[in-house]
T-cell receptor, first 114, second 113 residues
């Protein structure tokens, strides 16, 4: 299994540009998540999905959109990039089959908006 | 709301030293508690977990005990190695469909030979 994969690894955007961060998992997990990690801070949840066709907002959803058309893929869209979106973005997935929902993380995408 | 507080870092230790990283939490109900580790250039990996009071999670020589009376989940290792150099995050989670993780700020551990 590849686990959770994310592309690209690095990206520099100009203010106002748009882009899509890709996330794919091959573990057949129902739940998927997008987090951002700002320097010196813990991760904050942007959006999550409990299955194909179902998404919901997390703590910091403004400026982002998501879709979940398949179990495997959960792309994150930035429509009008702003410097405040400079961060490292992590995708994660989990399967609610145990008493606690362990999450498996991708390697991250480092985004800089200038 | 729920929150996790970790001790301030960074922490620098010599190889074979004893490690303690403090973590306390604020939450209603009975959360599960986790330690995640992030090695340089990688995503987070689950290190250990505990799902109820007095549970001890352990993995790779690391241990942490879920103390409800002190709302703590301190991470310990008896003898650290250079390969333990990483960022360590304490996190809590409450079950249900919105099973998001609430993370502490993380602490950087550097172990020198």
């Amino acid at each position: 299994n590849a686990g959770v994969t994310q592309t690209p690894k690095f990206r520099i955007l100009k203010i106002g540009q748009s882009m899509t961060l890709q996330c794919t998992q091959d573990m057949n997990h129902n739940y998927m998540y997008w987090y951002r990690q700002d320097p010196g801070m813990g991760l904050k949840l942007i959006y999550y999905s409990v299955g194909a066709g179902i998404t919901d907002k997390g703590e910091v959803p403004n400026g982002y959109n998501v879709s979940r058309s398949t179990t495997e893929d959960f792309p994150l869209r930035l429509e009008l990039a702003a410097p405040s979106q400079t961060s490292v973005y992590f995708c994660a997935s989990s399967y609610p089959g145990t008493s606690s929902y362990e999450q498996y993380f991708g390697p991250g995408t480092r985004l800089t908006v200038t | 709301g729920d929150s996790v507080t970790q001790m301030e870092g960074p922490v620098t230790l010599s190889e074979e030293a004893f490690l303690t990283i403090n973590c306390t939490y604020t939450a209603t109900g009975y959360p599960s508690l986790f330690w995640y580790v992030q090695y340089p250039g990688e995503g987070l990996q689950l290190l250990l977990k505990a799902t109820k009071a007095d549970d001890k999670g352990s993995n790779k020589g690391f241990e942490a005990t879920y103390r409800k009376e002190t709302t703590s989940f301190h991470l310990e290792k008896g003898s650290v190695q250079v390969s333990d150099s990483a960022v360590y995050f304490c996190a809590l989670q409450k079950g249900g469909a919105n099973s998001k993780l609430t993370f502490g700020k993380g602490i950087t551990l550097s172990v020198r030979p």
